[in-house]
Structures are given as structure tokens and as C-alpha cells.
């Protein structure tokens, strides 16, 4: 089916260690975006790509790097976890009005 | 100061009651959409908003520019609903991408 998937749907990080979420879309949208979502907050931004080989930050960018290399994939990396990333990260996909987003990714760092 | 804010946080109702979820932001939009969040499951889209009225089956959404709100209305509620509805507004600058901004969510729990 089409839409977005994210790999993988759980993981448990000891602090320090680094690891990538992937965003796969195969809908040809040229946006994609990737999200934290905390108990009691709204989701907020973390980075986000206007196109292929684009990548700027969002509200919460410290701790995270992004890559767009090709249009379909987009990355979110941590180089080194930190307890305060433990949350739950949504990728979303847009061809410029209306989303899609991916079923999230419940990361634990300990 | 979040600047989109929804009420109620939470809210508890019985097998066919009728849900109504506010959402008022402070910034320019271009649109508006409520999205849907089963436990423990993805986001799912249920409108997106820029004037008027939309209906899809139970579900009613509505929102007006001017006093910079919107509503969102299950009639019939039924233990099925039962989610976390999200509001989250696109933001108007020519410059932001489609970046979207969220409300907090309202947690409904509808009981037999």
C-alpha cells in the first residue's frame, strides 16, 4: 500500500549510543518532515526537507541530523542518545497540502 | 504560550453522545487540519480546512478565519472513537514550507 514507512517501530538505546530512523515514501512528495511527539505536547518539528538533497531545522534540531539523499528516504540520525530523546518520532510526507504520516517509531534511550 | 490551543484535554462520554473538541490558534494559517490518533497507533488525517464546513460520515468539522477557530463534532459517539484528536494548523508564511504547528491533542474516551 502506499503511503509512509518507518523503520524500525521500536528500539531501546543505551545513552551515548548513536542510531538512524528511516522515513521511506514512495508517493513522490517533495516534503518530508520528522516529528517528536512528548506526553502533553503537541508534536513538534525536529528537522525537514523541501526537496531532494535539502535539509533545514526545525524547532527542536540539537542532538539530531538529517539526510535527504534520495527524494523517496529521508533520515533521522542521532549520534550520540541522550536520555531526553526518549519519545515517540513521526515522519510525515506532503506533496505541498495534506499529510501523510508514518505509524511512528517508540525509541527508549536508558 | 502554545499558539494553538485545544480543549477539552480530556473528555469522557457515553455511546452516542454528542463530542464536540474546540482549537484556536494565534497565527496566520493557510489551512487547518484535525488528524486522529488511535493507542499505541500512527496519526491519521480527518480534514484539512481552510473555510467552511466538512462532513465525513459522523465526523463534522468546522472553522471560522476570522475568529481564528475551529471545531470538531462526533455525532453518535460510539466506543470506536474513542482517540486522541490532534489540531494542528499550516502555517501562512510564503516561507514555511508546509510546516505544520499542534495543538496538544484531546484523549476521548467513549464507554459503552
Known amino acids: 500500500n502506499a503511503g509512509v514507512t518507518q523503520t524500525p517501530k521500536f528500539r531501546v538505546l543505551k545513552t551515548g549510543q548513536s542510531m538512524t530512523l528511516l522515513c521511506a515514501q514512495d508517493m513522490n512528495h517533495e516534503y518530508m518532515y520528522w516529528y517528536r511527539q512528548d506526553p502533553g505536547m503537541g508534536l513538534r518539528l525536529i528537522h525537514y526537507s523541501v526537496g531532494e538533497g535539502t535539509t533545514a531545522k526545525g524547532e527542536v534540531p540539537d542532538g539530531y541530523n538529517v539526510s535527504r539523499l534520495k527524494k523517496q528516504n529521508f533520515l533521522l540520525g542521532l549520534e550520540s542518545a541522550a536520555p531526553s530523546q526518549t519519545s515517540v518520532y513521526f515522519c510525515a510526507s506532503s506533496p505541498g497540502a495534506g499529510y501523510t504520516f508514518g505509524s511512528g517509531t517508540r525509541l527508549t534511550v536508558v | 504560550k502554545n499558539e494553538v490551543e485545544q480543549s477539552p484535554q480530556n473528555l469522557t462520554a457515553q455511546e452516542g453522545e454528542f463530542i464536540t473538541i474546540n482549537c484556536s490558534y494565534s497565527?496566520?494559517?493557510?489551512?487547518l487540519h484535525w488528524l486522529q490518533q488511535h493507542p499505541g497507533g500512527g496519526i491519521v488525517s480527518l480534514f484539512m480546512l481552510s473555510s467552511g464546513k466538512k462532513k465525513h460520515g459522523r465526523l463534522i468539522a468546522t472553522i471560522n478565519i476570522q475568529e481564528k477557530h475551529s471545531s470538531l463534532h462526533i455525532t453518535a459517539s460510539h466506543p470506536r472513537d474513542s482517540a486522541v484528536y490532534i489540531c494542528?494548523?499550516?502555517?501562512?508564511?510564503?516561507?514555511?514550507?508546509?510546516?505544520?504547528?499542534f495543538g496538544a491533542g484531546t484523549q476521548v474516551v467513549v464507554t459503552p
Open positions: 497565527v496566520g494559517i493557510s489551512a
Open positions: 494542528a494548523v499550516r502555517l501562512g508564511a510564503t516561507d514555511s514550507w508546509g510546516k505544520l504547528q
